[in-house]
């Protein structure tokens, strides 16, 4: 086997470190609603036009960790990659990465120098003032343009991710991340290669910290695939973890955003949109049945990683719509 590690990941391509080495990159944060266990089900749902090379474009307007825009953009001939959050913290981290990975990569080798040598109840401390320290900071970061002081809060926002409870990147309705520590013995704070992998195919990325709304102010030509990961639709009343961020996404939104979704079938786009399945819960709930009436809808099956119930983690359903 060859040994990856020899090669430069920023002069390859990468279809030799995916291929050759099979090195790819793959979601740098755990993120709440996070597709990688459902990219098998996913892969036979892309669209035929994808698979026979005739798609250049991919967009992907709710982006979070990115599984399915990592799969797509490495196992296909995508040429221009458009990517979209409302989370600030989050598309400062993907534009930081893309822009100074190197520097990033040191300031993890820090935090996680610094982290590791310490005791349990040391790391309890160094977690929650770091925390604190995070919090306080966003007064002093300007989002709409990047700078240098984004580099180290890149680093933050990756170590409160590897060491925090479950990955439940969580923040309150002022912004605050306010997740508490995780168990980790061990947690993996520097992932080199991987950020050198996901910084070099954010080479034909734009990334854009924006509501989904605006994708249609980027969309040019056809060959252009749309994947839509919206958040959830809550599967339970009591259930919360739609809250990725300060803002909520409600019934009116699905609609809103259901209304995007015909209004580019008819520009001709391929289109695919999943959310979870509300029948999981009330079988005559037909909700997105209704709302894509006009579209095929497929049903796989999900393990959700985070339901606080176990017994219900094996027979939940997520559903794909798709127009073609
Ligand atoms: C289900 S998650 C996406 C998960 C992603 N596909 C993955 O594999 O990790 C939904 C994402 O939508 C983002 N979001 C919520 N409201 C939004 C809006 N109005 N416009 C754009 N993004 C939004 C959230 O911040 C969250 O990252």
Same mark, same amino acid.
Do not use: H
């Given at each position: !086997?060859?040994?990856?590690?020899?090669?430069?990941?920023?002069?390859?391509?990468?279809?030799?470190?995916?291929?050759?080495?099979?090195?790819?990159?793959?979601?740098?944060?755990?993120? #709440?609603?996070?597709? %990688? /266990?459902?990219?098998?089900?996913?892969?036979?749902?892309?669209?035929?036009?994808?698979?026979?090379?005739?798609?250049?474009?991919?967009?992907?307007?709710? #982006?979070?960790?990115?599984?399915?825009?990592?799969? +797509?953009?490495?196992?296909?001939?995508?040429?221009?990659?458009?990517?979209? @959050?409302?989370?600030?913290?989050?598309?400062?981290?993907?534009?930081?990465?893309?822009?100074?990975?190197?520097?990033?990569? @040191?300031?993890?080798?820090?935090?996680?120098?610094?982290? &590791?040598?310490?005791?349990?109840?040391?790391?309890?401390?160094?977690?929650?003032?770091?925390?604190?320290?995070?919090?306080?900071?966003?007064?002093?970061? @300007?989002?709409?343009?990047?700078?240098?002081?984004?580099?180290?809060?890149?680093? /933050?926002?990756?170590?409160?991710?590897?060491?925090?409870?479950?990955?439940?990147? %969580?923040?309150?309705?002022?912004?605050?991340?306010?997740? *508490? !520590?995780?168990?980790?013995?061990?947690?993996?704070? +520097?992932?080199? /290669?991987?950020?050198?992998? +996901?910084? &070099?195919?954010?080479?034909?990325?734009?990334?854009?910290?924006?509501?989904?709304?605006? +994708?249609?102010? @980027?969309?040019?030509?056809?060959?252009?695939?749309?994947?839509?990961?919206?958040?959830?639709?809550?599967?339970? &009343?009591?259930?919360?973890?739609?809250?990725?961020?300060?803002?909520?996404?409600?019934?009116?939104?699905?609609? /809103?955003?259901?209304?995007?979704?015909?209004?580019?079938?008819?520009?001709?786009? =391929?289109? !695919?949109?999943?959310?979870?399945? *509300?029948?999981?819960?009330?079988? =005559?709930?037909?909700?997105?049945?209704?709302?894509?009436?006009?579209?095929?809808?497929?049903?796989?099956?999900?393990?959700?990683?985070?339901? =606080?119930?176990?017994?219900? %983690?094996?027979?939940?359903?997520?559903? #794909?719509?798709?127009?073609?």
């Amino acid at each position: !086997m060859k040994n990856y590690k020899q090669i430069n990941p920023k002069s390859a391509k990468v279809e030799d470190l995916f291929y050759e080495y099979n090195v790819g990159a793959k979601p740098f944060l755990k993120w #709440v609603g996070g597709k %990688r /266990q459902l990219l098998k089900s996913f892969q036979s749902l892309y669209p035929k036009l994808l698979k026979k090379k005739k798609i250049k474009n991919y967009y992907e307007p709710f #982006v979070g960790g990115g599984a399915v825009f990592f799969d +797509v953009v490495q196992n296909f001939e995508i040429e221009n990659a458009f990517l979209y @959050d409302i989370n600030e913290e989050l598309i400062l981290t993907y534009l930081v990465i893309q822009n100074n990975v190197n520097e990033l990569i @040191d300031f993890l080798y820090r935090y996680d120098k610094q982290y &590791k040598k310490l005791n349990e109840e040391q790391r309890k401390e160094y977690f929650y003032d770091l925390r604190k320290s995070f919090n306080f900071s966003r007064f002093n970061i @300007d989002y709409n343009n990047y700078s240098e002081n984004w580099i180290s809060r890149a680093a /933050q926002i990756i170590f409160l991710n590897k060491t925090c409870f479950n990955g439940l990147f %969580r923040f309150n309705s002022k912004g605050e991340f306010n997740s *508490p !520590m995780g168990k980790y013995k061990n947690p993996k704070i +520097v992932d080199e /290669q991987n950020l050198l992998n +996901v910084s &070099k195919l954010l080479e034909i990325t734009t990334i854009k910290k924006a509501d989904y709304s605006k +994708v249609i102010n @980027d969309l040019n030509g056809d060959s252009t695939f749309i994947y839509f990961d919206p958040p959830y639709k809550p599967i339970s &009343k009591t259930s919360s973890f739609t809250a990725y961020s300060k803002t909520t996404f409600q019934d009116d939104d699905q609609i /809103q955003l259901s209304k995007l979704f015909y209004d580019l079938n008819e520009k001709g786009y =391929s289109l !695919m949109l999943s959310n979870s399945d *509300p029948k999981n819960i009330d079988p =005559s709930e037909d909700f997105f049945d209704k709302i894509y009436k006009d579209y095929k809808i497929t049903r796989v099956n999900a393990k959700r990683s985070i339901n =606080s119930n176990p017994n219900k %983690r094996n027979s939940i359903k997520e559903i #794909v719509i798709t127009n073609y």
